[in-house]
Each structure stands twice: as structure tokens, then as C-alpha cells.
């Protein structure tokens, strides 16, 4: 008997399904849907209540719509009532519907969870399977919550039954996967290993995936676990399928869960013990052993099982990367399957063979099979195939065959897919610059890259070729004529244009000598090219042009006519016509020294990690790539990481503004000017000091107070009770102030409550200049004014006084503190008086996200969010903050959604009620 | 980790699909069609792997896959997963659902759509593979149908349809 059959299904649905499938438009399929939509609506809606074979129906008509791809809005209520039905049938729908519609946010969440509650407790296997797939499926926090405690118990628990458990160890593992905070580790956890044991290979099976997730986020815990995984492994592989039950697939022991044991021990270092270690040796060797036997099968399920388990052996041998031995075999194992009539294993074969590249024991090895693997990249019909071709190359490269790589790649680039070239770009110019004997080979290949697959050269490329050019004087002559003579093509990429007047630009005068290539026969080359590019490259050929004015004056006429004429000086691009306007001005005005200085060569660059690379790991995921600095020797020895390529990168794109555009300051001091600006847009001249406060609440630096004379700065720092205030007096004006002085007043009821102590100013401030006072402030209590700064000095005659409140406010001194969900609220519940809440209401201007949020008030040193309360609302969290005198505030956000629009409350409870007014400010930090 | 367990036929229609990830309804529907965009153009008698779309993670993800007749069934994984286990594992979905429905084909799978779920969620819960053994599933998938009849003729006096 078929385990469905096929004529008992609802009729109804089958109607409604044939019917979508005859509708012949779009059209008419909607239009269709629609009406079974308001149809269910009503249904669900309607005053006679459904009874459970009907809501079963609609559910599955909604499943059914859903998976057509339009979006439901409702029936979610009716699927959660079918939760509780005690008919397996009902149950089961509602949560399918639940584990296919219900997202981790859902409101539902709560009443959902009762159910699962309810089913886990039930007792009945079936019942608590569906409960665990539900939470497993939907994997919310939540749900980890309110079950993580439950489900290890339910796993070791001595009765439960098989398939439980299996659904309790990967229900498990999913709360781990997204919560993993939230799932305690206990003595549980050593039971857990002992699943290993267990007579169920299905229950073994989940408690392997299960121990190798653990296993990588604690590896002590579970060291138990490598012998009774290797145990177990022991007897599936070397004994003949008497204790697998039905896992024997196609012939093969348990594949399976062969594999996912020898995953788990890659979580570790091969084992030290001796007996052990040879007993896992053994099982190794057999499994390799075994690819050598005839086939049992011929169908193709049985070759892919029995391949699966030795690819995992594979990884495992290079994971331990221990016994030279098994490492070799292992490549020649590889070998053959690279030249194997399935494509899948080629594919596979490539992909481990990369890892295997980087061991010290096999990469020659691996060497051996170079012409193989050219051949798959010039062969093979599949782009998948064909890319690990190019990442094994890449993989295997190294100084001894670095040109015929370089040069197969570069030819297989002529035809490779587009989705590939950008990589392989990236890959050659990498491999090009690492196993560069001699440079010039590295600027041929680059002028290649750009010249094949120019479109694909990123930015990264070119800079780098500059960089090098730039920092090694043997090469600069050499890519100077080579660019020259690459320029001549008929047509040449614009990146080739860039890189050549970058070059010409700056090392233009080293080929000067060759009346082919004489100074006008150079500029007369590049500004061919000059129409046919983007502003960009124009704003460099103009850089470049100004620099031959420098090193040729015989062409200055020539270059002053061209930066004359009205398509430069009055471009309509901005750049264009700046730069055109200040290097004609240039070049009219300074005298030849200055030009010399002004358009000097460029410094060498610093030496870093080449941001190819980095751009090359962005790409892939760093897992992807071969680490080729471990193993290998790195010419450049550079070891920066991936971060500081980000500057890396910048560094050359900065330099052509900084250097070529001659009217900016000298690099170092782009920053400075930068800031001055930023503080400029920041505090636009104002009397009233009151106006830079407010940014002050979350801020500790910044200017606090501008007008035209005086411009006062802050920069303070907090610790506990304490804060140290750094006042800066910069004197705008070009006349000394005189009588400077200074006083902090507090009122009479501030004064016990903070004290802020003074160091001595000096009483001139010169034209210009800028001094510095330090206060010193204590947190006595808990206050809510703010002291004044009176200022007081003589400027040409008058005597001035200006007020600034200083920002010192009692958010200053507060400390984060975290604490458990039920703590916050049995405190919450303890500040019950109505002086010790304030509760706020306001519109949300913006859409909230739970992690902006968050970061905003955490940035405000407010506190630690740490908790998700239970609740129905869409997001509601609590912070809660202790300051150094012994109180406590709790903050509670909620928000909620009414009538369609969001709608924030926000709830502070606290002891002393100076608080008032940090209240609000949280409030508009929430909004 | 499975991410995402899609079937469709070869024009792109969705017969199933089961995210284990969130996304939105749309961005769930994109990644259909991205996926079968980017499976339905391979030859057949290519490899069975591929990295995954953009929109699914990238080059982190795989998309493992096979064809049978009309249907594609995708699986996306991270490298967690072993490529031929996982190609194993469809086997086995496949051949339980051959079972189930007697020779399946694509109309079985539009029909019962709530089968094949429960089918699959005997082996894969959550993104992680609960059981192998089609014996074993078949035998979980019987003992559902068997309390599904029980509660059938509880049905037949109230059925109405539509």
C-alpha cells in the first residue's frame, strides 16, 4: 500500500488547484486567488464556527497560495487554534503553516509557544516531534527562551523514545545556532557525548552534528567525544554492516553518518594517544583502500556514497596534516579523480586539492598535477569545474611554475565566463606581483591584464602597478616604455590610459632621450586619448600634463595652449576647470624651482599588504582561499591584514588629489583641514551658548561655544563618580586677548552635589593661539542643574564676559549593568511608588529596528541592553544602568504599532527622582 | 546547514519550497527565481554543484542540485555540508517520495503539498539532516498516515467542500 493515498485528499483543495492550473494569464490566476483569499476570509471571519477538517482545508489553500508567491495577511490566528486541537491531523497543519508562515517576530510567538508548551509535555512521542520540529524550524529567541532549559532534558532523558530524541539534538543545535547564550551548557553536556554510544544510528547521528557544533565553540568540553567517534567510526568502516540496521545505502555502511563522525573529528588535533591514534590511522587507510576495490554497484548512488565518506577522510587527513604517509596517498587518490569521468568528483577533486596545496608534505605533490589541471581549465565544459580549476592553480603557484601559470591564466582570461574574470584579474595580479623575479615580467603581465580583460581591472590593479613602479627605480624606465608603446594600439582600455599618464607623468623623462618617444611625442600620444575618457582619467591627464610642463619646459607652449582653450578653462565639470584654471595659473606664475618642488616625483609608498588581496578575500570569504603567507615563502613579507588594505587602497587615490592637485596642503595636513571644516559646518557662529548643549548628552567632545573672537572646545573624559574636562580657548582674532580669566559657578543646591575644581589659566592668549584649561569634577549625588563657565577677558580695550553651561550631566556617571530577565523585573516590580516611574509616549519618527536601537542607547553609556521581555508588543527590551552612588535606574522601551503607526513607550523606574529629564532624552534616543 | 530546500519544474514554477532562514515573502520569491535562473541554464552532464546566488549568501553557499524529469530539487548549504552527501540525501527524498506516491511525478507534488512537507520534515529539521534512513521515514510517514485515518471518518459527516 502506498503510504498516501491518493483519492482521500480534500476535494476542495484539488479543485482549487486544478483550477489555478487552467487559468491561461497571470491574470486570471489572480484574479482567481483573490477570490478564494476573501473567500477563506470570510470563511474565518464568519459567526459559525469552523470546525477542524475546514480550517485544515483553508490552511492548506493558503499554503498553497503562499507558495505561488503572494503574500498572506491572515489566517495565522485560525493556524495557531489548530495547535491545541488533540487531532494529530489539525496539529500537524497548523504547524506546518506556522513553520512555513510564521517569522521569529510574530506576536504569535507567545500563545505559540503555550502550545508547543503543552505538546512537549503531552508525553505522546508524536505530538512532542512536531513541537520540537516547530521550534527547530522557527528558531527564535524567544523560543530559545522560553524552551533551552527544557530540551537538553528531554534529550538525555533515559525514556525517551528514539525519534525524540533525535529531534531534541537537532532542535538543540538550531537554539545553539541562534542563541547560543541561551543554551546552558550543564552536566548534560557530558551525556550528550555519550549519544555516541547509542544503539540508534539515527540518534547518533543528530548527537554528531549536534557535538561537532559544540565542539568548535568549546573544544574542552567535549574531548571525550574523539574516541567514541573514532570507536564508532572503527566499527562502521571495518566491520561488515552487521549492527547498521537499515543505514547500509547502496553497499555503503552508513555513509552518513561516516561522514559527519569524521567531521567531527576535525574539530581536533589527531589524537595523542598512541593506540588510538592508529586505530583512527586504520580507518583511514581502509576507507582509502576501499576506492581501489571493484565497484559493488554500478549505480551511480553507490559510487557517491562511497565517495562521500572519502572525501571527508581526505579533509580529515589534511586537517591533521600529520602523517605524510596518508597525505600522499590522499593526493594520489585526488590525482585520479581529477582525470575521473565524473564531473562531480573532477569538481570535488579540484576543491580539496586546494587545501591539500598548502600542506608542506604534499604540495609537490599536488605540483605534479599541473598540466592535468591546465587542461581541465582549457576542457572542461563547466564553469563551476573550470573556477576551482583557477583556484587550485591558484593555490598551487609558486615561484618555480609562477610564469606558466600566470601566462595559462592569463590566455584562459581571453575566453573565461564573465562571471569569473573579475576574480581571475584579481588572482593574477596578485600571483604576478608575488612571484615577480623580475618586475618587468610583472608590468608586461599587468599591461596584458588590462589589455584582455581591461573592463574587469579594478582599481586595486592599477594602483598596485603604480605603487610598485613608484617605490622600484629599476622598473620605472622599463614601464615607461612599455606603457608608451602599449598606448600606441589603436584602441586601448581607458585603465591603460590612467596607468600610462600616471607613468609618463612621472617618469616620462626616463624615455625622453628616444626621439620616438621625445616629450611632444609623448604628450601628443596621451592627449589622443583625452576626448574619449571619463572626467576622472581627464582630471589625471591634466595632473599629468602639468608634470610635463615640469620635467619638459620645451612643451610648456603646447600645454599652456591646450589647458588654455575654453574646453578646459571653462569645462563645465567643476574639477576639470579647477584644475585646468590653478595649473595654467601655475605654470604662468612659478618660477622653475617652485614647479620643480611643487610637481616633484612622488614619494615611495609605504609598504603594505597589497589590496588586491584584500579585495581578492572580500570577494571569496577568507575561508575559501588558500592562505598562501602560512605555508609559503612571501617575497614582500608583508603580514598586515585585511583592515589595513581598506588604507592601502586609499593611498594611491588620495595621493593623485593631495600631489598633482598643487593647490591643496601637503597630505598629512588634509586631515587637519578636513577637521578644522567639519567643526566650521558643526557649530555655525552663534551668541547664544545654549545652542551646542543638547549634542552634548551623548557626546564628550566638540565645540561647545563659537563667536567671532573666541571658539571654546571640549574633550572630557568619565570614570565612575569622576570626569576630567579639557577646555580649550582658541583666540580667532589677530590681537592678543588680555585678563583671561575663568570661574565656575553652580547654584546653592548643585554645590553639594557635584564639585568641579579649576586649574589656573594663563591670563594672555596670543593672536592665534590656543590654551587649555583642565576642571575636575566629582559626582557628589544625583543632580539635576547644570554649572556655568564664566569667561572674562580684554579684547582692544572692552572687556567681555560670555556664560557657558558646561555639559556635565548626570548620564555622565552612569555605568551599564546587566542583569538576568528575572532580576530587572523583580526590581522593576520593587520600584512601585508613582515619584519613582516616568512613563513616556511618543510617535516613533523613524521605522525602529531592534539593533540601531540598541546600539544607540548603549552608545549613549546608558547601559547594557540584555534582555527581550516576554511580551506581546512587537519589540520590548529593558536597559538598565547603576551609577557609582548606589542607585539603579530600569528602562523599559516598548514599541507598538498604532493604528499603522509606530508608536514608541518608553518607561524609566527609578530611585531617586532627579531623573526626570533623562527620561525624555532616552525618549528621543528611541524614536 | 541546509538554507533553503526549493523544488520547481523546468519552467520555473515553485512546487515546494522551505526556507530555514527568514527572509521576506519577496525576498523569498527572488531567491526561487534566482536559483532556478541560475540552475536551469546549466547543461545536463555538468557537475551537480554551484555557488550560490547572491541573493542566498554568495560564494559562502552552495547550491546542490539534481534533475529528475520535470522538477529541480535545490538544495543550498554552507560548507558544513558534504557535496555528495547532500546530493545522497536528495536520492533518498526522492525515492521516499517515489514510494509514498507510487510513482511520483509533479502533479503529486502540487496535490499533496502538505505530504511533501511532512515527508521532509522526517529527514531535515531546522537546516540539519534528522534521518537517512528512507525504512525509517517511510515508517514515520506510515504511523501519520495511520492516525490520519483514524480521524478521517470523523470528517465524512461534516465534509463540505468549498
Known amino acids: 500500500m502506498p503510504a498516501v493515498s491518493k483519492g482521500d485528499g480534500m476535494r476542495g483543495l ?22 478564494e483569499l476573501a473567500n477563506i476570509r470570510s470563511k474565518f471571519k464568519g459567526d459559525k464556527a469552523l470546525d477542524g477538517y475546514s480550517k485544515k482545508k483553508y490552511v492548506c489553500k493558503l499554503l498553497f497560495i503562499f507558495l505561488l508567491g503572494h503574500d498572506i495577511d491572515f489566517g495565522h490566528m485560525e493556524a495557531v487554534n489548530l495547535l491545541s486541537s488533540n487531532k494529530y491531523t489539525e496539529k500537524q497543519i497548523g504547524y506546518l503553516f506556522i513553520s512555513v508562515l510564521v517569522n521569529s517576530n510574530s506576536e504569535l510567538i507567545r500563545l505559540i509557544n503555550n502550545a508547543i508548551k503543552n505538546d512537549l509535555a503531552s508525553r505522546n512521542p508524536t505530538f512532542m516531534n512536531l513541537a520540537l520540529h516547530c521550534i527547530a524550524n522557527v528558531g527564535s529567541r524567544e523560543m530559545a527562551e522560553a524552551f533551552a532549559s527544557d530540551i537538553p532534558r528531554i534529550l538525555v532523558a533515559g525514556d525517551t523514545m528514539d525519534s525524540v530524541k533525535q529531534s531534541a539534538a537537532l532542535c538543540l543545535l538550531r537554539l545553539n545556532r541562534t542563541s547560543p547564550d541561551l543554551v546552558p551548557m550543564g552536566e548534560w553536556t557530558a551525556r550528550v557525548v555519550h549519544l555516541l554510544n547509542d544503539q540508534h544510528l539515527g540518534v547518533v547521528t543528530a548527537a554528531t552534528s549536534l557535538i561537532t557544533t559544540l565542539a568548535q565553540k568549546s573544544p574542552d568540553d567535549f574531548k571525550t567525544s574523539v574516541s567514541l567517534a573514532v570507536a564508532r567510526l572503527s566499527r562502521i568502516v571495518t566491520s561488515a554492516s552487521i549492527d547498521l540496521q537499515d543505514y547500509t545505502y547502496y553497499f555503503v555502511a552508513a555513509p552518513w553518518l561516516s561522514v559527519k563522525l569524521l567531521r567531527l573529528l576535525q574539530c581536533y588535533p589527531p589524537p595523542e594517544d598512541a593506540s588510538l591514534r592508529s586505530r583512527l590511522t586504520e580507518c583511514l587507510e581502509t576507507i582509502l583502500n576501499k576506492a581501489q576495490e571493484p565497484p559493488k554497484s554500478k549505480k551511480v548512488q553507490h559510487s557517491n556514497a562511497k565517495n562521500a565518506v572519502l572525501f571527508e577522510a581526505i579533509a580529515l587527513i589534511i586537517h591533521h596534516d600529520s602523517e605524510p604517509n596518508l597525505l600522499v596517498r590522499a593526493c594520489n587518490q585526488l590525482g585520479q579523480f581529477l582525470q575521473h569521468r565524473e564531473t562531480n568528483l573532477r ?6 586539492m586546494c587545501t591539500l596545496a598548502s600542506s608542506e608534505f604534499s604540495h609537490e605533490a599536488v605540483k605534479t598535477h599541473i598540466e592535468t589541471v591546465i587542461s581541465a581549465l582549457k576542457t572542461e565544459r563547466d564553469v563551476s569545474v573550470r573556477q576551482r580549476a583557477v583556484d587550485l592553480l591558484y593555490a598551487m603557484c609558486d615561484r618555480s611554475n609562477s610564469k606558466q601559470i600566470v601566462a595559462e591564466m592569463l590566455s584562459y582570461l581571453e575566453t573565461a565566463d564573465y562571471s569569473i574574470r573579475e576574480e581571475i584579474v584579481l588572482k593574477v595580479a596578485i600571483l604576478a606581483e608575488k612571484y615577480a623575479v623580475d618586475y618587468t615580467w610583472y608590468v608586461d603581465t599587468i599591461l596584458n591584464l588590462i589589455r584582455i580583460a581591461g573592463d574587469y581591472v579594478s582599481e586595486e590593479v592599477w594602483y598596485r602597478v603604480i605603487q610598485i613602479v613608484i617605490n622600484r627605480d629599476d622598473v620605472q624606465g622599463y614601464a615607461a616604455k612599455t606603457v608608451f608603446e602599449a598606448l600606441q594600439a589603436p584602441a586601448c582600455h581607458e585603465n591603460l590610459v590612467k596607468v600610462g599618464g600616471y607613468i609618463l607623468g612621472e617618469f616620462g623623462n626616463l624615455i625622453a632621450g628616444d626621439p620616438r618617444s621625445s616629450p611632444l611625442v609623448q604628450f601628443n600620444l596621451l592627449h589622443s586619448k583625452f576626448h574619449l575618457c571619463s572626467v576622472p582619467t581627464r582630471a589625471l591627464l591634466l595632473s599629468a600634463y602639468i608634470k610635463f610642463i615640469n620635467l619638459f619646459p620645451e612643451v610648456k607652449g603646447t600645454i599652456q595652449d591646450v589647458l588654455r582653450s575654453d574646453s578646459q578653462l571653462r569645462n563645465a565639470d567643476v574639477e576639470l576647470q579647477q584644475r585646468a584654471v590653478e595649473y595654467l595659473r601655475l605654470s604662468c606664475i612659478a618660477s622653475t624651482d617652485i614647479l620643480a618642488t611643487v610637481l616633484e616625483e612622488m614619494p615611495p609608498f609605504p609598504e603594505r599588504e597589497s589590496s588586491i588581496l584584500a579585495k581578492l578575500k572580500k570577494k571569496k570569504g577568507s575561508s575559501k582561499l588558500p592562505d598562501m603567507d602560512d605555508s609559503r615563502k612571501n617575497v614582500n613579507g608583508n603580514t598586515e ?20 592637485n598643487v593647490n591643496s596642503a601637503p597630505s598629512s595636513g588634509a586631515s587637519l583641514l578636513v577637521d578644522v571644516f567639519s567643526d566650521f559646518s558643526s557649530a555655525a557662529p552663534t551668541e547664544s551658548s545654549d545652542e551646542h548643549f543638547p549634542r552634548f548628552v551623548c557626546k564628550n567632545n566638540g565645540v561647545i561655544y563659537e563667536n567671532q573672537l573666541l571658539q571654546i572646545g571640549l574633550k572630557s573624559e568619565y570614570r565612575q563618580n569622576l570626569g576630567r574636562m579639557y577646555v580649550f580657548y582658541g583666540n580667532k582674532t589677530s590681537t592678543q586677548f588680555q585678563s583671561f580669566s575663568t570661574s565656575v559657578s553652580s547654584n546653592d543646591v548643585l554645590c553639594s552635589q557635584l564639585n568641579v575644581q579649576e586649574k589656573p589659566v594663563d591670563p594672555l592668549i596670543e593672536a592665534g593661539a590656543q590654551v587649555q584649561q583642565i576642571l575636575n569634577i566629582e559626582c557628589v549625588s544625583d543632580f539635576s542643574d547644570t554649572p556655568v563657565l564664566n569667561i572674562q577677558f580684554r579684547y582692544g580695550g572692552t572687556l567681555q564676559n560670555i556664560a557657558v553651561k558646561l555639559p556635565v550631566m548626570l548620564n555622565k556617571f552612569f555605568q551599564p549593568t546587566e542583569m538576568m530577565s528575572q532580576d530587572f523585573f523583580q526590581r522593576w516590580k520593587q520600584l512601585g511608588a508613582p515619584q519613582q516611574e516616568v512613563q513616556k509616549i511618543f510617535k516613533a519618527k523613524n521605522q525602529m529596528d531592534t539593533d540601531v536601537t540598541k546600539a ?33 535606574i530600569l528602562l523599559l522601551l516598548w514599541c507598538f504599532y498604532e493604528s499603522s503607526q509606530l508608536t514608541s513607550l518608553c518607561s524609566v523606574a527609578f530611585t531617586p527622582p532627579a531623573l526626570r529629564f533623562r527620561c525624555s532624552s532616552v525618549g528621543r534616543c528611541g524614536s | 546547514m541546509i538554507k533553503a530546500i526549493l ?12 526556507f530555514y532562514e527568514h527572509y521576506n515573502e519577496d525576498t523569498e520569491q527572488q531567491i526561487i527565481r534566482e536559483t532556478f535562473h541560475l540552475v536551469s541554464k546549466r547543461d545536463e ?11 542566498i549568501g554568495g560564494s559562502d553557499y552552495k547550491l546542490i542540485y539534481r534533475h529528475y524529469a520535470t522538477l529541480y530539487f535545490v538544495f543550498c548549504v554552507d560548507s558544513s555540508e558534504s557535496e555528495l552527501g547532500i546530493l545522497d540525501l536528495i536520492q533518498v527524498f526522492v525515492e521516499t517520495l517515489d514510494k509514498c506516491f507510487e510513482n511520483v511525478c509533479e502533479l503529486d507534488l502540487i496535490f499533496h503539498v502538505d505530504k511533501v512537507h511532512h515527508i521532509l520534515a522526517e ?18 510517514v506510515d ?7 483514524s480521524e478521517t471518518f470523523i470528517f465524512q459527516s461534516t465534509r463540505q467542500d468549498r
Open chain 2, 45 to 55: 552532464n555538468v557537475c551537480n554543484f554551484l555557488e550560490g546566488g547572491l541573493l
Open chain 1, 347 to 352: 569538481y570535488l577533486a579540484l576543491e580539496s
Open chain 1, 641 to 660: 591584514h585585511a583592515e589595513d588594505a581598506e588604507v592601502a587602497s586609499k593611498v594611491p587615490s588620495h595621493t593623485f588629489t593631495d600631489n598633482l
Open chain 2, 123 to 140: 529527514m531535515v529539521m531546522g537546516g540539519m539532516v534528522l534521518e537517512t534512513n528512507m525504512n525509517e521515514i517511510i515508517t514515520q
Open chain 1, 14 to 35: 484539488a479543485v482549487f488547484i486544478s483550477d489555478i492550473r487552467n487559468c491561461k494569464s497571470k491574470e486570471a490566476e489572480v484574479k482567481r486567488i483573490n477570490k
Open chain 2, 143 to 149: 504511523a501519520q498516515n495511520k492516525m490520519e485515518k
Open chain 2, 7 to 18: 523544488i520547481f519544474n523546468n519552467h520555473g514554477k515553485p512546487r515546494l519550497s522551505k
Open chain 1, 856 to 888: 544607540k542607547v548603549n552608545s549613549e553609556a546608558l547601559g547594557q541592553c540584555e534582555h527581550l521581555g516576554p511580551s506581546v508588543t512587537d519589540l520590548s527590551y529593558s536597559i538598565n544602568m547603576q551609577s557609582d552612588f548606589s542607585f539603579m
